[in-house]
């Protein structure tokens, strides 16, 4: 089976893992400051705060931003259950934003509607959490201008697009978003095997995500609420969580980061790859907007399917019997069971449902061989031209 997704390790990867494993800090050690300062340095950001997995990070930046009970947090309903979960772990209530038709992103325009109204009703979001699907970004220009105008704050949900650039600038640089949230998953571009980041440009934040990823205590004489009893002391002073990563995860993190290069570049000569070879089939290929570069963390197509003979799941199911490992990015988080209790329903956001009939997520990764991609290509153009 040719999966969709996987990681890409070597020797130097587990040397990574083996030096810190006979070193003095397994955990709460200094291979993670030196992972946190790379990734800053790599998306030229002030500061990057390090935890256990992105999900954690979504939540953390949620509380970090002063979301909470009786708030509103907005995002897509064309992404993972974390970049919505996150606004209801803080106690607020979420709302979604159709896709682009073109980009399958959060439509700025449709975002730009919704918020006037939003306005006029009292009920504008505290929090825009702005997915970069597949790895690229929204278009964060217009998100930023919306900010301002109507005083929500932007946390880019970038765990799809490590290495990715929009307006000529990295994703996590802090011009167009108050913090950005990163995944380091086997199946992202590159991995701690489990793992997230929140980078940012503002101190204040900084201070405070890193409290939160560690129950909420402090050493900081300046955070007590009383002086220091001695060498020992700290306090506890906000409600926080065991969100840590461990010195383990960090090596191979910061050693993936070394190859993070090669990784985007050969994702792309795939990607490339793919558009030349699908050119001819009726398929909706995935389309950039002018200021982003994506990473490609996947490869979707839509079937066009007024032009083919097999329905969607035959078309699905038929790759996987072939031994192509497809997957569907993703179910509109509106009509899961848990998004529908709370009012949701079928046809609240119309382009987002056809995206869902009609997208396959196909095999991308930096270690897929062009012959296999060329075995992806044939399989899949034998069961949508089949008569």
């Excluded at 070394?258 to 000569?269: P, S, T, Y």
């Excluded at 869902?356 to 062009?370: R, V």
Aim: net charge negative; proline share 5%; hydrophobic share 40%.
């Amino acid at each position: 089976m040719i999966p969709y997704g996987r990681q890409s390790l070597d020797q130097a990867d587990i040397d990574a893992v083996v030096a810190v494993l006979q070193s003095d800090w397994l955990t709460q050690g200094p291979t993670i400051e030196r992972f946190e300062q790379a990734m800053a340095e790599r998306c030229q950001a002030d500061f990057a705060v390090a935890v256990c997995n992105a999900t954690a990070a979504l939540h953390i930046a949620c509380l970090a931003a002063g979301l909470g009970p009786g708030d509103r947090l907005w995002t897509t309903p064309n992404t993972f259950l974390a970049s919505a979960n996150c606004g209801r772990y803080c106690g607020a209530e979420v709302d979604f934003v159709d896709i682009d038709p073109l980009t399958w992103n959060l439509d700025a325009y449709t975002l730009a509607s919704k918020l006037e109204i939003a306005e006029r009703d009292g009920k504008l979001p505290k929090v825009l959490v702005a997915v970069a699907f597949s790895g690229q970004s929204c278009d964060m220009r217009m998100l930023a201008e919306l900010a301002e105008r109507y005083g929500f704050t932007v946390i880019e949900d970038a765990s799809h697009a490590v290495g990715a650039s929009y307006a000529g600038r990295a994703v996590g640089c802090g011009e167009f978003a108050a913090m950005t949230v990163f995944s380091f998953h086997p199946v992202k571009i590159i991995t701690s095997a489990e793992g997230g980041m929140v980078l940012t440009n503002r101190p204040e934040l900084a201070e405070r995500l890193q409290r939160l990823r560690s129950h909420g205590m402090t050493r900081d004489p300046a955070q007590m609420t009383e002086p220091s009893h001695g060498p020992w002391y700290y306090q506890q002073v906000e409600l926080g969580f065991n969100y840590r990563i461990t010195d383990l995860q960090a090596a191979l993190g910061l050693s993936q980061l070394n190859k993070l290069d090669g990784f985007i570049e050969r994702r792309r000569e795939l990607a490339a790859r793919y558009e030349r070879l699908l050119a001819s089939l009726p398929l909706t290929l995935p389309c950039t907007q002018p200021e982003a570069e994506s990473a490609w963390h996947l490869y979707v197509v839509r079937l066009q399917p007024e032009r083919i003979n097999l329905s969607h799941r035959q078309v699905f199911e038929g790759l996987r019997a072939a031994g192509v490992g497809v997957n569907l990015h993703y179910i509109p988080l509106h009509l899961q069971p848990y998004y529908r209790d709370l009012g949701f329903a079928e046809g609240d956001f119309p382009e987002a449902e056809r995206y869902y009939a009609e997208a396959i997520s196909l095999p991308l990764f930096p270690l897929l061989s062009d012959e296999q991609q060329d075995y992806v290509v044939e399989q899949l153009r034998r069961l949508i031209l089949e008569e």
